[in-house]
């Protein structure tokens, strides 16, 4: 699985959109960009995952660059409750890959 | 309830002693995981398995065995448990049949060894 690079932690203003950025790029073409969050030691939270276009859910929304080496996770509009570690993960499908976390970012909404 | 179930959710227990967790689930996944999580770094993964005759050595298996029982539970083993081995301990499934292959996590299990 390739390398992803993430900032250690990152503030937002509640209300504003937050935007999470992840270098990864050693992407292969056939690998996958997910974005998990984990919410106060409770169990990682699945949000998003996208191949090369930008995706959209009811959580957030996902951004890949052209060349595919980065890419960013926005949350529209934050609340404190989106205060949480946000790992960005690079897996390809087939059968034998598995999730491989690394640090994340610390995101910290602010009143 | 909870699509993946962790048990105990809390345990103390002493060095040398042996101890099981066990990790249910209700989402009829092929794939299952554990991980262990330390204060302040990301998950770490110890074991896995992609269904029940099929169990693979994550990144710290050592000290660590697993069981594949059924599709629907995986256990995590400590032998022989040592203090640094305290830690937080999740397990994950994931569905390779759907194309979507995202994880689900259980609550966690604290685990501190005396």
């Known amino acids: 699985d390739a390398k992803t690079t993430q900032p250690t932690s990152m503030d937002c203003a509640e209300g504003r959109a937050a935007n999470l950025p992840c270098n990864h790029s050693t992407i292969s073409g056939n690998e996958y960009v997910y974005w998990y969050r984990q919410i106060h030691s409770q169990g990682p939270q699945y949000i998003i995952h996208g191949l090369k276009n930008n995706e959209t859910n009811e959580m957030a929304s996902l951004i890949i660059t052209e060349d595919r080496k980065s890419s960013t996770l926005i949350l529209p509009h934050a609340t404190l409750r989106d205060t949480a570690v946000y790992y960005c993960?690079?897996?390809?499908?087939?059968?034998?890959?598995?999730?491989?976390f690394g640090a994340g970012t610390i995101l910290r909404v602010k009143s | 309830d909870a699509d993946v179930t962790q048990t105990p959710r809390n345990r103390i227990t002493k060095t040398g002693k042996r101890i099981m967790l066990e990790c249910s689930q209700t989402?009829?996944?092929?794939?299952m995981y554990w991980y262990r999580q330390d204060p302040g770094l990301g998950l770490r993964l110890i074991y896995y398995s992609f269904d029940v005759k099929d169990i693979n050595k994550g990144e710290i298996s050592d000290g660590y065995s697993v069981s594949r029982q059924a599709q629907a539970k995986f256990s995590l083993s400590l032998e022989s448990a040592i203090p640094n081995q305290t830690a937080l301990y999740f397990c994950a499934t994931s569905d390779s049949a759907r194309g979507r292959t995202e994880a689900f996590f259980g609550q966690g299990t604290r685990l501190t060894v005396v």
């Open positions: 989402k009829g996944h092929d794939r």
């Open positions: 993960i690079v897996r390809a499908l087939e059968y034998g890959n598995k999730l491989v």
